[in-house]
């Protein structure tokens, strides 16, 4: 097959790619820089885009978040592929400070006692509500009881106030990360183009110069 790795990797690899990738999160934030800077759309549709990534990373809707951010991104009238890119905020270094803030937020705005352990009980609960949908998973085609007392726990102490507290904070860093990359982007391919214009240019000349050049003899 064309796109099957040659290569293949076991489960742990897998997880340490995700999260540690190749050359280090540095160079894959380089990477995705540099691949937003190249889209080949206005500066507007490209920070719209990322704005609506942004926004996305402060959801706790793991799994849909490029899908999310491609529907904030086709309301916006943003790029999609940048609204993708965006989304990348969101990773192993920045997954648990997003969450603790989004849940602070939350609790805050719910007036729910904050009472809880938001670094390891937080990672618990999550691992927690994954076992407990599996096993009920199985019971459905067991027959086995059901329980899903810890799915609920999941739910009014870390889903809810994770879904409501991320709105204003995602908000604010949508609205700064556009403000920050207008600029970036405009500069970026005006440089590009003048680049591009000199290029030409100096491709028109020596054309020129060879045509002229045996006329003279």
């Known amino acids: 097959m064309v796109f099957k790795r040659r290569d ?34 206005t500066p507007e549709k490209i920070a719209r885009g990322i704005m609506a990534g942004l926004f996305t990373t402060f959801t706790p809707l793991y799994g849909l978040h490029f899908f999310i951010a491609a529907g904030l991104a086709f309301i916006l009238r943003g790029n999609i592929l940048a609204s993708i890119l965006g989304t990348f905020f969101g990773n192993p270094l920045t997954y648990v400070p997003i969450a603790v803030i989004s849940m602070k937020t939350g609790y ?34 067991t027959g086995e009881y059901t329980d899903w007392s810890r799915l609920e726990v999941f739910y009014h102490e870390v889903f809810f106030p994770y879904l409501v507290g991320g709105i204003l904070p995602g908000l604010v860093l949508s609205i700064v990360g556009y403000y920050v990359t207008l600029p970036l982007i405009r500069a970026y391919q005006k440089r590009r183009r003048g680049t591009l214009a000199a290029r030409l240019a100096s491709l028109k000349k020596r054309k020129h110069a060879k045509d002229k050049g045996p006329s003279q003899h």
């Not at 352990?117 to 009920?136: P, T």
């Open 108 to 141: 805050f705005f719910l007036g729910i006692e904050d009472g809880h352990r938001l670094d390891k009980s937080l990672v618990e609960k999550f691992f927690d509500a994954g076992e407990n949908l599996l096993q009920n998973c199985v019971a459905f085609f």
């Open 8 to 41: 293949k990797r076991t489960l742990w690899q897998i997880a340490k790619d995700f999260l540690w990738p190749k050359g280090g999160w540095k160079r894959a934030f380089h990477y995705v820089r540099h691949r937003v800077y190249r889209l080949p759309d």
